[in-house]
């Protein structure tokens, strides 16, 4: 009886625990900057937002964050747009709009309008600022903030739950990094509590965690505010001539000192450090996409209990045609997206997104190719991001002559070759290119 007795309370209180989280989650209101410019990318982001980037065959950057929130029980969503939005937007609209407004469910677009000045967004800060207006419409009792362009699976409810049982004015999620590494980061100094004492934008020698000599904690860029607090803050800084109306540059710092922020560290359910990337930069955009052709990669693509939500374009099952000697449609350790022909071409280690083809006697190695590329007969394609819509002749080599390759494309630190429809001389309103 008595081990009745404690399951029966354990069922109980996880009831009770799961109906809080739900008031909770119903109570926030969730805001995505995704008006980043993203000039790291280079001519990934010429024509296109950074959230905008496709990732992982099929999806954008920004499904992860806005299907993160609906995994979580966040349906009230606003995404904060402005630099060059309209594929963002347009892909919003298409794969976003199964929201049911009459029960209170959104993604809703709010592009930048000068609605309080006659600048556009001049920090992250100040594009929440400049929608105070739509925040307090909605009246949310907490306010979680996100970026558009990370790539992970989270569960912010408990980042959430976490907020209100400590009682916290402003939570910040960190990612534990090698110390040294966070260098590239904004880095949270705390206290054995995870009270944040510093915050440190890209420190050239990043602070340790307590008891971690050789870690350090960096911001990912991810804050829950308790409404009231926010108001006050945001105000504060859009007075403040010397702020630069940056949360991580100008929020942290202004507010750690008088008033209760606290570090979140972000880990998996074992408790260990959790998938999380940052694809800011050509190399680790095509990282992150080669780690997903790895037998178990760390960020699983095909868990359906947290599905990746994105616009399904209806196109046929990709296809692999011919199996003759030196002639055979195959690919090994990749993946291949729906509406692609591999005709009697070779591809190993790569992610092909959808409505692609690649011809006879091509080889694609080590790369990372776009939507809606056509690969000629006899091409080899190494270590290589070919951008949307990008025809890529017969007979070309990529990746394996570096200075043929200097004269036409753009090379990265790390010699990944990024290959664009600019690049290769091609119109971009051609039917059939593009990269949006």
């Known amino acids: 009886m008595a081990g009745n007795n404690s399951s029966d309370f354990l069922v109980q209180y996880d009831y009770v625990e799961t ?3 739900t008031e909770i989650t119903r109570k926030t209101l969730v805001l995505v900057l995704a008006g980043g410019e993203g000039s790291r990318l280079g001519e990934l982001t010429k024509w296109r937002a950074k959230p905008a980037v496709p990732f992982g065959g099929k999806y954008r950057m920004i499904d992860f964050t806005l299907s ?3 995994n979580s029980g966040l349906r009230r969503i606003g995404v904060l747009t402005q630099y060059k939005s309209h594929s963002l937007i347009r892909h919003l609209q298409q794969a976003w709009n199964f929201m049911r407004a009459e029960i209170g469910e959104f993604v809703e677009i709010i592009p930048a309008q000068q609605r309080m000045s006659k600048d556009w967004y001049r920090g992250t800060a100040d594009a929440l600022y400049q929608n105070i207006d739509i925040i307090h419409r909605h009246a949310p009792q907490y306010v979680l903030v996100l970026g558009g362009d990370h790539i992970y699976t989270m569960d912010y409810s408990k980042m959430l739950m976490h907020h209100v049982n400590s009682k916290a004015d402003m ?4 990612i534990e990094v090698p110390r040294m590494e966070a260098r590239e980061f904004g880095v949270m100094s705390v206290d054995e509590n995870m009270h944040i004492s510093r915050f440190t934008e890209k420190p050239p020698d990043p602070e340790s965690m307590p008891g971690k000599p050789d870690t350090a904690l960096a911001s990912m860029g991810i804050y829950v505010f308790s409404t009231s607090f926010l108001y006050d803050t945001l105000i504060a800084d859009a007075r403040d001539d010397a702020s630069v109306h940056d949360f991580g540059k100008s929020i942290i710092p202004r507010v750690i000192n008088n008033s209760k922020a606290i570090a979140y560290p972000y880990r998996d359910e074992k408790g260990e450090v959790a998938y999380w ?14 780690e997903l052709c790895s037998i178990k990669p760390e960020l699983n693509l095909y868990d359906k209990n947290w599905p990746i939500w994105t616009y399904q374009e209806q196109l046929p099952p990709a296809k692999f045609v011919f199996d003759d000697e030196g002639k055979r449609g195959a690919a090994m350790n990749s993946l291949v997206s729906g ?3 591999i005709s009697g071409a070779l591809v190993k280690n790569s992610v092909i997104f959808y409505a692609t083809r690649i011809e006879t006697h091509s080889v694609v190695i080590d790369s ?3 939507p809606r590329v056509y690969i000629g007969k006899n091409c080899r394609i190494i270590n290589a991001i070919i951008d949307k819509g990008t025809h890529i002749p017969d007979n070309t080599v990529i990746g394996a002559d570096r200075a043929a390759d200097e004269a036409r494309f753009h090379i990265s630190e790390e010699g990944v070759v990024l290959v664009t429809p600019n690049m290769m001389g091609q119109d971009l309103l051609m039917e059939g290119s593009g990269t949006y």
Not at 171 to 174: L, N, S, Y
Not at 278 to 290: E, L, Q, R, S
């Open 368 to 370: 990372v190719v776009l």
């Open 68 to 70: 993160n929130c609906v």
């Open 19 to 21: 109906k809080i989280a």
């Open 339 to 341: 509406g692609c022909i």
């Open 277 to 290: 990337r940052d694809v800011g930069t050509i190399d680790a955009f095509w990282k992150a996409n080669m």
């Open 171 to 174: 939570t910040v999620a960190c």
